[in-house]
C-alpha cells in the first residue's frame, strides 16, 4: 500500500510540474514539452501492446502516420477543426490497428516482431503512393496552420498546443491506467504470460489481442494526430523507420509494462538524440559525422545500466527503500521471471 | 492583482515593443555583434540522409578559412549547424533553438526539402531570412509569397525540362524510359520532364520505374525499362543507384541515349565504379567543376578548392560532390554579408541576398554567373550540357538559361 | 523471354546474397534465440576492412580470408563484451543493444571512410556465363558461394563433434554444461561464425550493389524477408527464403504491380504467408503442449 501512496505523490507532482511548465518555459522549449507528450502518449500505447501484452511491434510508427495524416488530410481538405480531427483520425487507426491484429494473432513474437518491422519500412512508401496524391500531397506533404488559441484565452500558441497535448496526455494516460488496473489489463497480462491458461480461464484471447492492438495504433494516432498540428507539416520522411526504432528504444527504457516510464522514454528519445549532437563537438571538427555513433553508444550504456528501463529501477529503488532484505529476494525473483520469459518459445 | 501570467504577459509586451522599434530603425540582427555574425544551420549529421552532412562541414570548413583571413568587415563568422537527422519535426525544433535560443540572424543552407517546408511558415513569419536551402526543389524561387525563402542551385524540374528541350530537337521521335527515386527528388524530375515535352510530347514516355533508397539495387528495375523498348533512358538517381543504373544499361547491351541527373557525375565516385567505358556517352547538366576531372587540371579555380580541402578539410572530401557545393554556397553567403557592409539587420540581409549581380564563383562553369533580383530567387539558373567521353566530360553547345 | 531471364538471373544472384546473409541471422538465431539487427552493419564494416586491405595492395583472396578470420575474432569479441551482460536481461533489452551496436557501425564507416560510392573487386571476371549475358560471372560467382556456404554451415553443424557440442548447447545449455560443454564459449563461436558469414555476404554484395556505409541495410531487410519466408530456425529454409525474396521481388516489380509499390507488396505477402504458415514455409511448427 506503501506502493500506492509513493504512486499517487508521484503522478501528482509530474502533474504538476507538467502544468506549470507552459507558464515559466517559452518558444521553442514548449514545443520540446509538446514533443515529449506527444511521444509519451505513442509510448503509451505501444506499451500497452509489447509491455502488457507481449505483443512485438517495430512498426508504430505507421500508425502515428495514419493518425498524423489523417488528421492532417481531415484539417487541409474536409476543413475540420483539429479537435474533431485528432479523435477522427485515431478512430481510423483503431480501426487498422484491429484488423492488422488478427493476422497477428496467428504468428508468434519474433515473426511478429520482423512483419510490423517490414510495415514500418513500408509506409514511406505508402505515404507517397501516387494515387493517394491528391490527398497526402505526396512527397511534397501537407502543410497545416496552427491551430487559432480560442478567443478570450489569454496565451500564446506554443502554450495553447502545448496545454492542449497535456489534456489529451492525461487523458488517455488516466483512461490507460484504470484499463491496466481494471479487468481487462489482468487479462491482457495473463494473455502475455500464460496464454493457455488464460484461455482455460475462459479469458477470449483473439478479441483482447486484437483489441489491445487497435487501442495501441488509436494511442499512436492520437499522438500523430498532434504532432501533425504541433510541427505544422507533414511529409512520408516524417514517418519512417527510425520512428518506430525510437519507440521501441523508449519504450524498453523507460520500462516495459509501466505507464509511468512512457514519460522517461519520451524524455530520452526527444533530449538525448540532442545530447550525442552537443557532444560531437568536443571531438572536434570532423567528427561531425558521430552523432550516430554516440547516440549507439549511449543506448548501450543506458541499457547496461538500466536492463528493466527506468520503471524497473525505480521499482527496485522503491522496494529497496522500503525494505532492505524483502529487495534482494524480489530482485532474484525478478532474474527467473525474466529467464523465464527468454527461454519461452517465440 | 498582478498574477505571474500577466506579468510574463506584459513583459512579453514590452520586449516585443522594444523589438519592433528596434527594427523600424533596422538595427542588426540578434547574434550580431561587433566582432561576430552568428549563422545557423541545420543538417542531417545521422540517419538515412547523413551523406550530405559533408556539405555541412563544408560550410563549417570554409568560413573558418574567411576566419583565419581575418572575417568579413571585421566580424567572424560562428555557423552553428545542428543535427536534424532528416525529419522534420525535428527540423523545427532545432530551427527554433537556432532561432530562439542562440540568437542566430538567420539560416543558411538548411538541407532537404522536408525539412525545409516545415520550416518555411515559421521563418516567415518571423521574417528570418532561409537563404540558399540545400535543395534542388522548384519551389523555393517564389519570392511573392515566401519573400524569405531563397534557394540556390538550378532546380530538379529546369534541368529536366532542358533534357526534354534537347531531346525534342536531337531524337523527335525518341521513346523515353525514367528510372527515378520515389521522393521530392526524384519526383520533381518527372514533372518537369513533362512539362519540357509538353502536355501532347507526354507519350514519349514509354515506361517510369521507381526505387527506395531502402533497396539495394536498381538492376531490377533496369532491365524492367529496357524491356520498353525505349531508346532514350533519363536516370534520375542518387550516386549509388546512378553507378548501378549506368554498369547495367551497359551490360545489358542497351543502345539508348542516357541522360543522368547532374547530382551523380563525379567522375571519381559514380562513372569510375561504374566503369569508365561503360559510361560513354551520358548526357548530363552541368554547372559545376567536377574536381576529379583531369580537364580542370590546371584551372585557378580548382586550384583554390584543392588548397582548401588540403588546409581545412580531409583528403578524401577532395572528391566528394558534397564538398564542392558547399564550398560554392558558402562563397555565396560570404558575398552576401560583404555587401551588406555594416547595415546587417535581417531586411539588410535579405535585400542584399536578392541583390547578387554577376557573381562568379571558382568552382563554377567558366562564364557562370550567379544573379537574383526582388523577383528571382533562383541564384544558379544556367547550365551546360556536357557529355562524357570515357575520360572526362566534354561541354557543347552553350550556357543555357532557364 | 530475355528481359524476363535477366530478372530471374539478377534475382537468383541477390537473392543469393540474401541468403548468405539469412544464413548468418539463423546462426545467432539458433544459438541465442535473438535477431541480431546489427548484423547488416557489421558486414558492411567487414566489407571495408577488406577493401581497406585491398587498397594497400594486397591481392583479393588474402584480404577475402583475413576479412573472414578477422570478422569471427570481431564477433566473438562483440559478444563477450557487449552482448554477453545482457544474457539476463530482458529480450527487448538485447534487441536495443543491437540497435545501438547498429548505429555505431554505420556512423563509424562513414566517419572512416566517407560516404562516397566505392567499386569493390569480384574475384569472378571474364566473360559471363550463357553467352547471351544473362548473368555476370560474378552473379553466377555468388550463387556458386552461396551454395558452398550453405553447404559448409550444414556439413559443420551435422558431422563435426564442434558443431554438435553448439548445437547441444543452443537447445539445452543446462544439460550441455553438466556434459562438460562450455556453453559461453559456444555462444562466442556462434557470434563469430555469423559475423564471418555475414562479411562474406557483404563481399559478395558489394560488387553489385557498390560499396557505401549503407550498402547493407537493404540487403538486410530482404535477408529479414526471406528468413521469416523460409523460417528462421531452419537453415535451408532460410537460404530458400532469401533466393525467394531476391527473385520473386524482381517479378513482382516488372510484372505484376510496379516498382512503386513493390516494398508494400512484398509486406502483404509475407503477412499472407505467415497467416497460411506461421513458422514460415520450412519453420518448425510449434506445438503447445496444454
Same mark, same amino acid.
Given at each position: 500500500?506503501?506502493?500506492?501512496?509513493?504512486?499517487?505523490?508521484?503522478?501528482?507532482?509530474?502533474?504538476?510540474?507538467?502544468?506549470?511548465?507552459?507558464?515559466?518555459?517559452?518558444?521553442?522549449?514548449?514545443?520540446? &514539452?509538446?514533443?515529449?507528450?506527444?511521444?509519451?502518449?505513442?509510448?503509451?500505447?505501444?506499451?500497452?501492446?509489447?509491455?502488457?501484452?507481449?505483443?512485438?511491434?517495430?512498426?508504430?510508427?505507421?500508425?502515428?502516420?495514419?493518425?498524423?495524416?489523417?488528421?492532417?488530410?481531415?484539417?487541409?481538405?474536409?476543413?475540420?477543426?483539429?479537435?474533431?480531427?485528432?479523435?477522427?483520425?485515431?478512430?481510423?487507426?483503431?480501426?487498422? &490497428?484491429?484488423?492488422?491484429?488478427?493476422?497477428?494473432?496467428?504468428?508468434?513474437?519474433?515473426?511478429?516482431?520482423?512483419?510490423?518491422?517490414?510495415?514500418?519500412? *513500408?509506409?514511406?512508401?505508402?505515404?507517397?503512393?501516387?494515387?493517394?496524391?491528391?490527398?497526402?500531397?505526396?512527397?511534397?506533404?501537407?502543410?497545416?496552420?496552427?491551430?487559432?488559441?480560442?478567443?478570450?484565452?489569454?496565451?500564446?500558441?506554443?502554450?495553447?498546443?502545448?496545454?492542449?497535448?497535456?489534456?489529451?496526455?492525461?487523458?488517455?494516460?488516466?483512461?490507460?491506467?484504470?484499463?491496466?488496473?481494471?479487468?481487462?489489463?489482468?487479462?491482457?497480462?495473463?494473455?502475455?504470460?500464460?496464454?493457455?491458461?488464460?484461455?482455460?480461464?475462459?479469458?477470449?484471447?483473439?478479441?483482447?489481442?486484437?483489441?489491445?492492438?487497435?487501442?495501441?495504433?488509436?494511442?499512436?494516432?492520437?499522438?500523430?494526430?498532434?504532432?501533425?498540428?504541433?510541427?505544422?507539416?507533414?511529409?512520408?520522411?516524417?514517418?519512417?523507420?527510425?520512428?518506430?526504432?525510437?519507440?521501441?528504444?523508449?519504450?524498453?527504457?523507460?520500462?516495459?509494462?509501466?505507464?509511468?516510464?512512457?514519460?522517461?522514454?519520451?524524455?530520452?528519445?526527444?533530449?538525448?538524440?540532442?545530447?550525442?549532437?552537443?557532444?560531437?563537438?568536443?571531438?572536434?571538427?570532423?567528427?561531425?559525422?558521430?552523432?550516430?555513433?554516440?547516440?549507439?553508444?549511449?543506448?548501450?550504456?543506458?541499457?547496461?545500466?538500466?536492463?528493466?528501463?527506468?520503471?524497473? *529501477?525505480?521499482?527496485?529503488?522503491?522496494?529497496?527503500?522500503?525494505?532492505?532484505?524483502?529487495?534482494?529476494?524480489?530482485?532474484?525473483?525478478?532474474?527467473?521471471?525474466?529467464?523465464?520469459?527468454?527461454?519461452?518459445?517465440? | 492583482?498582478?498574477?505571474?501570467?500577466?506579468?510574463?504577459?506584459?513583459?512579453?509586451?514590452?520586449?516585443?515593443? #522594444?523589438?519592433?522599434?528596434?527594427?523600424?530603425?533596422?538595427?542588426?540582427?540578434? %547574434?550580431?555583434?561587433?566582432?561576430?555574425?552568428?549563422?545557423?544551420?541545420?543538417?542531417?549529421?545521422?540517419?538515412?540522409?547523413?551523406?550530405?552532412?559533408?556539405?555541412?562541414?563544408?560550410?563549417?570548413?570554409?568560413?573558418?578559412?574567411?576566419?583565419?583571413?581575418?572575417?568579413?568587415?571585421?566580424?567572424?563568422?560562428?555557423?552553428?549547424?545542428?543535427?536534424?537527422?532528416?525529419?522534420?519535426?525535428?527540423?523545427?525544433?532545432?530551427?527554433?533553438?537556432?532561432?530562439?535560443?542562440?540568437?542566430?540572424?538567420?539560416?543558411?543552407?538548411?538541407?532537404?526539402?522536408?525539412?525545409?517546408?516545415?520550416?518555411?511558415?515559421?521563418?516567415?513569419?518571423?521574417?528570418?531570412?532561409?537563404?540558399?536551402?540545400?535543395?534542388?526543389?522548384?519551389?523555393?524561387?517564389?519570392?511573392?509569397?515566401?519573400?524569405?525563402?531563397?534557394?540556390?542551385?538550378?532546380?530538379?524540374?529546369?534541368?529536366?525540362?532542358?533534357?526534354?528541350?534537347?531531346?525534342?530537337?536531337?531524337?523527335?521521335?525518341?521513346?523515353?524510359?525514367?528510372?527515378?527515386?520515389?521522393?521530392?527528388?526524384?519526383?520533381?524530375?518527372?514533372?518537369?520532364?513533362?512539362? %519540357?515535352? %509538353?502536355?501532347?510530347?507526354?507519350?514519349?514516355?514509354?515506361?517510369?520505374?521507381?526505387?527506395?533508397?531502402?533497396?539495394?539495387?536498381?538492376?531490377?528495375?533496369?532491365?524492367?525499362?529496357?524491356?520498353?523498348? !525505349?531508346?532514350?533512358?533519363?536516370?534520375?538517381?542518387?550516386?549509388?543507384?546512378? #553507378?548501378? !543504373?549506368?554498369?547495367?544499361?551497359?551490360?545489358?547491351?542497351?543502345? #539508348?541515349?542516357?541522360?543522368?541527373?547532374?547530382?551523380?557525375?563525379?567522375?571519381?565516385?559514380?562513372?569510375?565504379?561504374?566503369?569508365?567505358?561503360?559510361?560513354?556517352?551520358?548526357?548530363?547538366?552541368?554547372?559545376?567543376?567536377?574536381?576529379?576531372?583531369?580537364?580542370? !587540371?590546371?584551372?585557378?579555380?580548382?586550384?583554390?578548392?584543392?588548397?582548401?580541402?588540403?588546409?581545412?578539410?580531409?583528403?578524401?572530401?577532395?572528391?566528394?560532390?558534397?564538398?564542392?557545393?558547399?564550398?560554392?554556397?558558402?562563397?555565396?553567403?560570404?558575398?552576401?554579408?560583404?555587401?551588406?557592409?555594416?547595415?546587417?539587420?535581417?531586411?539588410?540581409?535579405?535585400?542584399? #541576398?536578392?541583390?547578387?549581380?554577376?557573381?562568379?564563383?571558382?568552382?563554377?562553369?567558366?562564364?557562370?554567373?550567379?544573379?537574383?533580383?526582388?523577383?528571382?530567387?533562383?541564384?544558379?539558373?544556367?547550365?551546360?550540357?556536357?557529355?562524357?567521353?570515357?575520360?572526362?566530360?566534354?561541354?557543347?553547345?552553350?550556357?543555357?538559361?532557364? | 523471354?530475355?528481359?524476363?531471364? /535477366?530478372?530471374?538471373?539478377?534475382?537468383?544472384?541477390?537473392?543469393?546474397?540474401?541468403?548468405?546473409?539469412?544464413? @548468418?541471422?539463423?546462426?545467432?538465431?539458433?544459438?541465442?534465440?535473438?535477431?541480431?539487427?546489427?548484423?547488416?552493419?557489421?558486414?558492411?564494416?567487414?566489407?571495408?576492412?577488406?577493401?581497406?586491405?585491398?587498397?594497400?595492395?594486397?591481392?583479393?583472396?588474402?584480404?577475402?580470408?583475413?576479412?573472414?578470420?578477422?570478422?569471427?575474432?570481431?564477433?566473438?569479441?562483440?559478444?563477450?563484451?557487449?552482448?554477453?551482460?545482457?544474457?539476463?536481461?530482458?529480450?527487448?533489452?538485447?534487441?536495443?543493444?543491437?540497435?545501438?551496436?547498429?548505429?555505431?557501425?554505420?556512423?563509424? @564507416?562513414?566517419?572512416?571512410?566517407?560516404?562516397?560510392?566505392?567499386?569493390?573487386?569480384?574475384?569472378?571476371?571474364?566473360?559471363?556465363?550463357?553467352? @547471351?549475358?544473362?548473368?555476370?560471372? /560474378?552473379?553466377?560467382?555468388?550463387?556458386?558461394?552461396?551454395?558452398?556456404?550453405?553447404?559448409?554451415?550444414?556439413?559443420?553443424?551435422?558431422?563435426?563433434?564442434?558443431?554438435?557440442?553448439?548445437?547441444?548447447?543452443?537447445?539445452?545449455?543446462?544439460?550441455?554444461?553438466?556434459?562438460?560443454?562450455?556453453?559461453?564459449?559456444?555462444?562466442?563461436?556462434?557470434?563469430?561464425? @555469423?559475423?564471418?558469414?555475414?562479411?562474406?555476404?557483404?563481399?559478395?554484395?558489394?560488387?553489385?550493389?557498390?560499396?557505401?556505409?549503407?550498402?547493407?541495410?537493404?540487403?538486410?531487410?530482404?535477408?529479414?524477408?526471406?528468413?521469416?519466408?523460409?523460417?528462421?530456425?531452419?537453415?535451408?529454409?532460410?537460404?530458400?527464403?532469401?533466393?525467394?525474396?531476391?527473385?520473386?521481388?524482381?517479378?513482382?516489380?516488372?510484372?505484376?504491380?510496379?516498382?512503386?509499390?513493390?516494398?508494400?507488396?512484398?509486406?502483404?505477402?509475407?503477412?499472407?504467408?505467415?497467416?497460411?504458415?506461421?513458422?514460415?514455409?520450412?519453420?518448425?511448427?510449434?506445438?503447445?503442449?496444454?
Amino acid at each position: 500500500m506503501a506502493d500506492g501512496a509513493l504512486d499517487a505523490l508521484v503522478a501528482v507532482a509530474v502533474g504538476a510540474a507538467a502544468l506549470a511548465f507552459p507558464f515559466v518555459a517559452s518558444g521553442y522549449h514548449l514545443y520540446q &514539452g509538446a514533443q515529449v507528450l506527444i511521444l509519451a502518449v505513442a509510448l503509451m500505447g505501444l506499451n500497452l501492446l509489447t509491455g502488457f501484452n507481449g505483443q512485438i511491434s517495430l512498426g508504430h510508427g505507421a500508425f502515428f502516420a495514419i493518425g498524423g495524416y489523417g488528421a492532417a488530410i481531415l484539417m487541409t481538405k474536409f476543413g475540420l477543426a483539429y479537435w474533431a480531427a485528432i479523435p477522427v483520425a485515431s478512430v481510423v487507426c483503431f480501426i487498422a &490497428g484491429f484488423l492488422f491484429g488478427f493476422p497477428a494473432l496467428r504468428f508468434g513474437g519474433l515473426y511478429l516482431a520482423l512483419a510490423t518491422f517490414a510495415l514500418a519500412v *513500408a509506409t514511406p512508401q505508402i505515404l507517397s503512393y501516387t494515387g493517394f496524391d491528391s490527398f497526402t500531397g505526396g512527397s511534397q506533404g501537407l502543410t497545416l496552420m496552427k491551430p487559432a488559441v480560442p478567443p478570450g484565452i489569454r496565451l500564446n500558441a506554443d502554450q495553447w498546443l502545448y496545454l492542449v497535448c497535456l489534456v489529451f496526455g492525461a487523458a488517455l494516460y488516466w483512461a490507460a491506467r484504470n484499463l491496466v488496473h481494471g479487468r481487462i489489463g489482468r487479462a491482457l497480462v495473463a494473455i502475455r504470460d500464460h496464454p493457455i491458461a488464460a484461455e482455460t480461464m475462459g479469458v477470449n484471447a483473439a478479441l483482447y489481442k486484437t483489441t489491445c492492438f487497435g487501442l495501441s495504433a488509436l494511442y499512436a494516432g492520437v499522438a500523430g494526430g498532434l504532432s501533425a498540428i504541433v510541427v505544422g507539416f507533414v511529409s512520408p520522411e516524417s514517418f519512417g523507420l527510425p520512428l518506430s526504432l525510437a519507440f521501441l528504444v523508449g519504450i524498453v527504457v523507460g520500462g516495459l509494462g509501466s505507464l509511468g516510464g512512457a514519460l522517461f522514454g519520451a524524455l530520452f528519445i526527444e533530449f538525448v538524440p540532442n545530447i550525442a549532437d552537443q557532444l560531437t563537438v568536443s571531438f572536434g571538427e570532423g567528427a561531425k559525422a558521430l552523432p550516430g555513433a554516440i547516440y549507439g553508444v549511449l543506448l548501450i550504456l543506458v541499457m547496461a545500466a538500466l536492463p528493466t528501463g527506468a520503471a524497473g *529501477a525505480a521499482r527496485v529503488a522503491a522496494r529497496a527503500l522500503a525494505s532492505p532484505r524483502q529487495s534482494k529476494v524480489e530482485k532474484s525473483g525478478a532474474d527467473v521471471a525474466a529467464n523465464y520469459r527468454k527461454g519461452e518459445a517465440p | 492583482m498582478i498574477t505571474r501570467r500577466s506579468f510574463l504577459q506584459s513583459s512579453a509586451a514590452a520586449a516585443a515593443f #522594444a523589438a519592433s522599434a528596434g527594427s523600424a530603425r533596422a538595427d542588426n540582427a540578434p %547574434g550580431v555583434t561587433a566582432t561576430e555574425i552568428k549563422i545557423g544551420q541545420t543538417m542531417p549529421y545521422s540517419g538515412p540522409a547523413s551523406a550530405y552532412g559533408v556539405i555541412g562541414r563544408t560550410d563549417a570548413a570554409y568560413f573558418k578559412m574567411i576566419n583565419d583571413e581575418g572575417g568579413v568587415n571585421g566580424r567572424k563568422i560562428n555557423l552553428i549547424s545542428l543535427d536534424d537527422a532528416y525529419s522534420p519535426p525535428k527540423t523545427v525544433e532545432q530551427v527554433r533553438r537556432l532561432v530562439e535560443d542562440e540568437k542566430v540572424a538567420f539560416l543558411f543552407n538548411t538541407l532537404g526539402t522536408p525539412p525545409n517546408t516545415a520550416i518555411r511558415p515559421y521563418c516567415n513569419e518571423n521574417k528570418i531570412p532561409q537563404l540558399f536551402v540545400a535543395t534542388g526543389a522548384a519551389k523555393w524561387d517564389d519570392p511573392k509569397h515566401f519573400p524569405w525563402t531563397m534557394g540556390y542551385q538550378p532546380s530538379y524540374q529546369t534541368e529536366s525540362r532542358i533534357y526534354a528541350k534537347h531531346i525534342l530537337k536531337t531524337k523527335p521521335n525518341a521513346k523515353i524510359a525514367v528510372l527515378y527515386q520515389n521522393d521530392d527528388f526524384g519526383k520533381d524530375y518527372l514533372i518537369g520532364l513533362k512539362e %519540357g515535352l %509538353g502536355a501532347d510530347k507526354a507519350g514519349m514516355i514509354v515506361k517510369e520505374a521507381s526505387y527506395e533508397t531502402s533497396e539495394p539495387t536498381v538492376d531490377s528495375q533496369v532491365v524492367t525499362l529496357q524491356g520498353s523498348g !525505349a531508346d532514350v533512358f533519363l536516370i534520375v538517381a542518387t550516386p549509388k543507384f546512378a #553507378a548501378q !543504373a549506368i554498369r547495367k544499361s551497359y551490360d545489358l547491351g542497351w543502345n #539508348a541515349v542516357r541522360y543522368i541527373t547532374n547530382v551523380s557525375v563525379s567522375i571519381a565516385t559514380i562513372l569510375k565504379p561504374a566503369g569508365l567505358e561503360k559510361s560513354k556517352g551520358l548526357i548530363t547538366g552541368y554547372y559545376g567543376k567536377d574536381p576529379t576531372d583531369k580537364r580542370w !587540371a590546371d584551372d585557378a579555380g580548382l586550384k583554390e578548392y584543392t588548397t582548401f580541402i588540403e588546409k581545412y578539410m580531409t583528403p578524401k572530401d577532395l572528391i566528394d560532390a558534397n564538398a564542392v557545393y558547399g564550398f560554392g554556397a558558402a562563397a555565396t553567403m560570404i558575398q552576401v554579408l560583404k555587401q551588406c557592409g555594416n547595415d546587417l539587420s535581417r531586411e539588410s540581409i535579405m535585400k542584399q #541576398a536578392a541583390n547578387l549581380k554577376d557573381l562568379e564563383l571558382p568552382m563554377l562553369l567558366p562564364g557562370m554567373k550567379i544573379n537574383t533580383s526582388p523577383t528571382n530567387f533562383s541564384p544558379i539558373r544556367q547550365m551546360q550540357l556536357a557529355t562524357f567521353n570515357g575520360a572526362n566530360w566534354e561541354l557543347f553547345g552553350e550556357l543555357l538559361t532557364d | 523471354m530475355g528481359e524476363f531471364l /535477366h530478372q530471374v538471373a539478377s534475382g537468383l544472384a541477390l537473392g543469393g546474397v540474401y541468403a548468405i546473409m539469412a544464413l @548468418a541471422l539463423v546462426m545467432i538465431y539458433q544459438a541465442t534465440q535473438l535477431i541480431n539487427f546489427a548484423q547488416g552493419e557489421m558486414a558492411m564494416f567487414s566489407t571495408y576492412f577488406a577493401w581497406k586491405l585491398m587498397d594497400l595492395g594486397k591481392p583479393y583472396w588474402f584480404a577475402f580470408f583475413a576479412t573472414v578470420v578477422v570478422s569471427f575474432i570481431g564477433g566473438m569479441v562483440i559478444e563477450r563484451l557487449i552482448v554477453r551482460p545482457f544474457a539476463n536481461a530482458p529480450v527487448l533489452a538485447s534487441v536495443i543493444v543491437f540497435i545501438g551496436l547498429a548505429f555505431i557501425f554505420n556512423a563509424l @564507416a562513414g566517419w572512416l571512410y566517407g560516404y562516397s560510392v566505392t567499386s569493390f573487386d569480384s574475384p569472378f571476371t571474364g566473360r559471363p556465363w550463357f553467352g @547471351a549475358g544473362y548473368m555476370s560471372a /560474378h552473379e553466377a560467382g555468388v550463387i556458386v558461394v552461396t551454395l558452398c556456404v550453405l553447404a559448409l554451415v550444414y556439413a559443420f553443424f551435422r558431422f563435426t563433434p564442434l558443431g554438435l557440442a553448439m548445437r547441444a548447447a543452443a537447445q539445452n545449455p543446462v544439460s550441455s554444461r553438466l556434459v562438460g560443454i562450455r556453453v559461453g564459449w559456444m555462444l562466442a563461436i556462434g557470434w563469430g561464425l @555469423a559475423a564471418a558469414i555475414g562479411s562474406i555476404a557483404g563481399m559478395m554484395a558489394a560488387p553489385i550493389v557498390y560499396l557505401d556505409p549503407n550498402m547493407m541495410f537493404g540487403v538486410l531487410l530482404y535477408a529479414f524477408a526471406g528468413a521469416v519466408l523460409g523460417g528462421i530456425d531452419n537453415p535451408f529454409g532460410a537460404v530458400f527464403g532469401g533466393i525467394a525474396v531476391g527473385v520473386l521481388g524482381n517479378l513482382i516489380g516488372a510484372y505484376v504491380v510496379g516498382d512503386e509499390v513493390k516494398l508494400s507488396v512484398a509486406l502483404a505477402i509475407i503477412i499472407a504467408v505467415l497467416v497460411w504458415r506461421p513458422s514460415g514455409l520450412f519453420g518448425r511448427r510449434l506445438v503447445a503442449r496444454v
